[in-house]
Nanobody, 125 residues
Framework: QVHVMESGGGLVQAGGSLRLSCAAS????????MGWYRQAPGKQRELVAN????????DYADFVKGRFTITRDNAKNTVYLQMNSLEPEDTGVYYC??????????????????WGQGSQVTVSS
């Protein structure tokens, strides 16, 4: 099985910064994508930023507006989200999502999507 562990959430005042970390472990053959999503109270989960192993392209949601930066450490199977100039509207639960392949019992590779447990980010005014 694949495990995804998040850390770095917390409470911050408007204009402050937080850095989220997400580490994937377990029976991973390779990682295809690592990204961050968030879900505000009463709203649907939405993409924040995403990275891909095969390209340097970084996918950012429009609402980030240059405030957030997604990075990754491939050797550690870890993805980070640096969040600067946080606003109260950024409040929500942030989830890491890992897409990759894992070997099954027959030795074949199966694609998986695994979510982290979620990290609460609260931005106060």
């Amino acid at each position: 099985q694949v495990h995804v562990m998040e850390s770095g959430g917390g409470l911050v005042q408007a204009g402050g910064s937080l850095r989220l970390s997400c580490a994937a472990s377990g029976s991973i053959f390779n990682i295809i994508a690592m990204g961050w999503y968030r879900q505000a109270p009463g709203k649907q989960r939405e993409l924040v930023a995403n990275t891909f192993t095969t390209t340097a392209y970084r996918d950012y949601a429009d609402f980030v507006k240059g405030r957030f930066t997604i990075t990754r450490d491939n050797a550690k199977n870890t993805v980070y989200l640096q969040m600067n100039s946080l606003e109260p509207e950024d409040t929500g639960v942030y989830y890491c999502k890992i897409t990759g392949t894992t070997p099954n019992s027959a030795g074949a590779m199966e694609r998986f999507d695994q979510w982290g447990q979620g990290s609460q980010v609260t931005v106060s005014s």
